[in-house]
């Protein structure tokens, strides 16, 4: 059974960094393109960044390009999301995802998610 599951969500401050973790069972990482996604309230779910199996290609919404940061840990079972510089804009349930075809990240139909964390930016 496949579970991903994201930790490092909470409540900060405009301006303040944060650094979104997410590890996987069931699923070896090395292998799949994997990616963030966010949710805000009454809004659609939104691709925030993604990177490709092999590490070096990587995409970024515009909203946050410049200011987050994806990488992942290639021995292991971890991606990462660094969020800095954040805005009251990104308050989010941001999730992570991955899929062994690229195009399913960006057209936003990976196959496997994970629950999610929340992350509230204070003005």
């Known amino acids: 059974q496949v579970q991903l599951v994201e930790s490092g969500g909470g409540l900060v401050q405009a301006g303040d960094s944060v650094r979104l973790s997410c590890a996987a069972s069931?699923?070896?990482?090395?292998?799949?393109?994997l990616a963030w996604f966010r949710q805000a309230p009454g809004k659609e779910r939104e691709l925030v960044a993604a990177?490709?199996?092999?590490?070096?290609?990587?995409y970024y919404h515009h909203s946050v390009s410049g200011r987050f940061f994806i990488s992942r840990d290639r021995p292991g079972r971890t991606l990462y999301l660094r969020l800095n510089s954040l805005e009251p804009e990104d308050t989010a349930v941001y999730y992570c995802a991955a899929s062994d075809n690229w195009g399913r990240v960006m057209g936003g139909r990976p196959e496997y998610w994970g629950q999610g964390t929340q992350v509230t930016v204070s003005s």
């Open positions: 069931g699923l070896d990482f090395v292998d799949y393109n």
């Open positions: 990177i490709d199996w092999s590490g070096t290609g990587t």
